[in-house]
T-cell receptor
Framework: QQQVKQSPQSLIVQKGGISIINCAYE??????FPWYQQFPGKGPALLIA?????SEKKEGRFTISFNKSAKQFSLHIMDSQPGDSATYFC?????????????FGRGTSLIVHP | NAGVTQTPKFQVLKTGQSMTLQCAQD?????MSWYRQDPGMGLRLIHY???????DQGEVPNGYNVSRSTTEDFPLRLLSAAPSQTSVYFC?????????????FGPGTRLLVL
């Protein structure tokens, strides 16, 4: 059973457009929701993260929207650029038990056309 | 500060062979983990460690062993390689700080089992 469901699997947008990737989770113990960005041939790198006590977090062109009651969160990339073309993973983790190890979604391959 | 390093970068094995994937970090992080990445499956946790001498199983531990004798090193051993273990393997270390938890990933090891 997938604990974190991510959609869409792939996404194509034009330069300057808005890219939106959605994730849903089941475990209400999750209390940390990061997004990771991965370029081909590289390891993932933390992009932005949110805790459930806020509904939105913005860093530059990247925004996380969080809906605790619906157990959903999403990544919005404003003014998408060709350099944003990468695979994006949502994740969720819980401090319960002290492991801090996140569970990842299956990833979204984003292509931004110039 | 090299971050998280992994060796080798690429390996070809025959079915039944054993090998060790090396992972080291120089950031003094207590938490380390191993993931495998397969197309359409995202990042799946194999094993993790919350400190030297402490390891635990993740989502897909079968066929893999780990040990953590020092804070810096977290090797992953394939006992008897199978074609199903063909994948890209990522090691990560996690830093916990305030409201943020960041996983630092290594560059990955591409493994092909024939």
């Amino acid at each position: 059973q997938q604990q974190v469901k991510q959609s869409p699997q792939s996404l194509i947008v034009q330069k300057g457009g808005i890219s939106i990737i959605n994730c849903a989770y089941e475990n209400t113990a999750f209390d940390y929701f990061p997004w990771y960005q991965q370029f081909p041939g590289k390891g993932p790198a933390l992009l932005i993260a949110i805790r459930p006590d806020v509904s939105e977090k913005k860093e530059g062109r990247f925004t996380i929207s969080f809906n605790k009651s619906a157990k959903q969160f999403s990544l919005h990339i404003m003014d998408s650029q060709p350099g944003d073309s990468a695979t994006y993973f949502c994740a969720a983790s819980s401090r319960t038990g002290g492991s801090y190890i996140p569970t990842f979604g299956r990833g979204t391959s984003l292509i931004v056309h110039p | 500060n090299a971050g998280v390093t992994q060796t080798p970068k690429f390996q070809v094995l025959k079915t039944g062979q054993s090998m060790t994937l090396q992972c080291a970090q120089d950031m003094n992080h207590e938490y380390m983990s191993w993931y495998r990445q397969d197309p359409g499956m995202g990042l799946r946790l194999i094993h993790y460690s919350v400190g030297a001498g402490i390891t635990d199983q993740g989502e897909v531990p079968n066929g893999y062993n780990v040990s953590r004798s020092t804070t810096e090193d977290f090797p992953l051993r394939l006992l008897s390689a199978a074609p199903s273990q063909t994948s890209v393997y990522f090691c990560a270390s996690t830093v916990i700080g305030g409201r943020q938890e960041t996983q630092y990933f290594g560059p990955g090891t591409r493994l092909l089992v024939l």
